[in-house]
């Protein structure tokens, strides 16, 4: 109504229902790569987990050359987050953060950059158990519904969670209707506890339990070791009778699992992710941390050897023979003077 009649441009809300999702990955989920997900087909793409003291202090900077708009560390030039106009309307910040106030000071920075917040409660590693963050969250649900509701009241944008399932699944129900009061716009479901580790069964019957007891969307997660092609996504989402799923290591491993039409090689693959890197000038340890995990077994072919030598992004694209494409880009963005430093993830 507003938008019609005062000329006021409003961003249509995020749904998380019916969609197939990039979940969020350290390292892996940068630019680049996000756009390519969305190239292949998923419809929400996550950022890899970024930590609130980090952005917090950054500066939001865009950058013309690139078309970009980069969220930058004042005391070393460090582009923190990189993000352009492309994907806004189907991008998640996954934040990590144990503090309501700082996560909202991060989520009016970035807000008019991103579609939608989400909170990891998930990630087990010990440096986010020892910040308060990630899972340490899932054992202070009065901390967690806190940093909820806050967002949900003084944002904007919808806001969401991702947590993993507690050994019991009555326990889990409790959990995630005390989240779901919260506001929250969805919630996103790792199928196994804190403990389990990726070699571990997921427990889709537990999602089934709880997707059956609450109302808000539930995005399964944690099916990847079964997921060899695109129907294996949709046959893990209705095992777990979720409104959505969300896809991690099978993406690592070849973002084309999103393709309706079936996986790419991977030569392709890696040679549309590298454009996207030379486009965007992703920083060379990211592009070539990402490659690797396309390549993986392949790394022991003459030519993984070659490129486990390489250490710029050109030496990288020689090898996709996209040499000439990353040197002309250079060179384009050198005229248009680039102001930007290669991104550089933690
Ligand atoms: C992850 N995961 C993860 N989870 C999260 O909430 N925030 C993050 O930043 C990351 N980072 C990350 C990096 C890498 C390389 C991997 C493989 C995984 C966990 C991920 O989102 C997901 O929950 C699990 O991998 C289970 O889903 P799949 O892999 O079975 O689809």
Redesign the pocket.
């Known amino acids: 109504f507003l938008s019609r009649f005062s000329g006021i441009k409003m961003k249509q809300r995020l749904d998380y229902r019916n969609k197939i999702i990039l979940?969020?990955?350290?390292?892996?989920g940068t630019l680049p790569m996000r756009l390519l997900a969305l190239e292949m087909g998923a419809q929400i793409v996550y950022t890899?987990?970024l930590v609130d003291l980090k952005l917090i202090k950054s500066i939001r900077r865009p950058n013309p050359a690139l078309g970009t708009v980069d969220f930058v560390d004042p005391s070393d030039g460090t582009i923190i987050f990189r993000t352009c106009a492309l994907e806004t309307s189907q991008l998640v910040l996954?934040l990590g953060t144990s503090d309501a106030a700082r996560a909202l000071a991060v989520g009016k920075l970035v807000q008019h950059d991103i579609a939608g917040l989400d909170i990891?409660m998930?990630?087990p590693k010990e440096f986010s158990i020892k910040g308060g963050m990630g899972a340490a969250l899932l054992s202070q649900p009065d901390k967690a519904a806190h940093i909820l509701s806050t967002l949900c009241s003084e944002l904007d944008i919808p806001v969401t969670c991702?947590i993993r399932i507690l050994p019991d699944t009555l326990d889990t129900i409790n959990l995630v209707k005390k989240l779901a009061a919260t506001g929250i716009a969805a919630i996103g479901i790792?199928a196994r506890t804190r403990d389990e580790r990726?070699t571990h069964r997921p427990h889709p019957d537990v999602l089934r339990a709880v997707a059956s007891a609450v109302d808000i969307p539930i995005v399964a997660?944690?099916?990847?070791?079964y997921i060899r092609c695109y129907e294996d996504i949709h046959k893990f989402q209705q095992d777990c009778g979720a409104h959505s799923v969300m896809?991690?290591?099978?993406a690592?491993l070849n973002v084309s699992i999103f393709r309706k039409e079936g996986l790419l090689l991977v030569d392709e693959v890696i040679e549309k992710y590298l454009r996207l890197c030379v486009d965007y000038d992703n920083a060379p340890h990211n592009t070539k941390y990402c490659v690797q995990s396309i390549l993986s077994g392949l790394q022991e072919t003459p030519r993984g050897k070659r490129f486990l030598q390489c250490q710029t992004l050109q030496q990288i694209c020689e090898i996709w023979n996209l040499g000439d494409y990353c040197r002309r880009r250079n060179q384009e963005l050198k005229e248009l003077g680039n102001c930007g430093r290669a991104l550089v993830t933690p």
């Open positions: 979940a969020p990955m350290v390292r892996v890899e987990e996954q990891n998930g990630c991702k790792h990726p997660n944690g099916g990847s070791r896809v991690a290591r099978a690592q």
